[in-house]
């Protein structure tokens, strides 16, 4: 059951830049397509919960209910706990967890939620079964991940198109999928679902203090991450390719009709019933 466990990397790890994006998360702004499925007593797993602040939106959601997070890096998941803590929410707890194998019996949880998790496994379609073996019949999973070649941005700096070409490099080197947004819906094919809802959602970044904040973290990010790391160690780019793409961002960040678009895909798979099948 453990063989698929090596198949999960972050491919970003969770460097301060990666964290200040990840804790500006909510489930308005990132689960926005799943708010009208969850009720007061629903059992709910989210899936690479990271610093757990979509996690705590979803166990206010349910009050009568329980929220578990789970991801595979243990050490973020202290940050977690705290999130919940200061939000006084005492319905939710965190394990560590590789969603090829998970660890809980069929049939558990009303809704089984990833963001931005797929894009990093080795096994999507594995994934997606597991998430199904997990969820109740008549329960839902529900995945959002980016699609990388589709984010758009003004104007053009030609440093961002490079970034752009390294990072789905390093990605797929890692046998890692960057555009797992358009290929939702066809995993979830693969993994069993029939009844699928597919949708899009998009992050948009135009003010300059949204300018400011998206290319600060990925300019930094793209310095000092292990993402930086793997560029480097893989021979796709060397020190100087990675800061020019930093001065890149630096610049863009500081054009005042900048504007960048990240389209994410999004899938709630109900899982049918039993007298259903």
Not at 62 to 78: M, N, S, W
Not at 125 to 130: F, K, M, Y
Not at 148 to 164: C, F, H, K, R, S
Not at 227 to 249: D, I, K, N, P, S
């Amino acid at each position: 059951m453990r063989k698929h466990r090596e198949t999960a990397v972050y491919t970003h790890g969770h460097h301060e830049s990666v964290l200040r994006s990840h804790t500006w998360r909510t489930a308005a702004n990132s689960a926005a397509y799943l708010l009208g499925s969850p009720k007061p007593h629903m059992k709910i797993l989210d899936i690479g919960c990271g610093p757990g602040t979509i996690t705590a939106d979803l166990a206010a959601l349910v009050p009568d209910g329980h929220v578990t997070g789970v991801d595979l890096a243990e050490g973020i998941l202290e940050q977690a706990r705290a999130t919940a803590a200061e939000r006084g929410l005492t319905n939710v707890d965190f394990a560590v967890a590789d969603v090829h194998a998970l660890d809980h019996p069929d049939d558990t949880f009303c809704v089984v939620h990833a963001h931005q998790v797929l894009q990093h496994v080795g096994d999507p379609v594995q994934a997606l079964r597991e998430m199904r073996r997990v969820t109740r019949p008549g329960g839902y999973v529900a995945v959002r991940d980016a699609d990388y070649t589709a984010m758009t941005w003004y104007p053009e700096v030609p440093g961002l198109d490079d970034w752009l070409d390294l990072y789905r490099r390093v990605a797929r080197a890692g046998a890692r999928e960057p555009d797992a947004g358009r290929r939702l819906r066809s995993w979830a094919l693969a993994a069993g679902f029939t009844d699928i809802t597919a949708t899009s959602g998009t992050w948009t970044y135009a003010t300059d203090a949204e300018r400011e904040w998206w290319s600060g973290l990925w300019a930094d990010r793209t310095l000092a991450s292990p993402y930086a790391e793997l560029a480097v160690a893989g021979g796709h780019a060397t020190e100087e390719q990675l800061h020019a793409m930093a001065r890149a961002w630096r610049e863009w960040g500081g054009k005042h009709d900048g504007w960048f678009a990240v389209l994410h895909g999004e899938i709630l798979c109900r899982k049918e019933d039993r007298e259903e099948a």
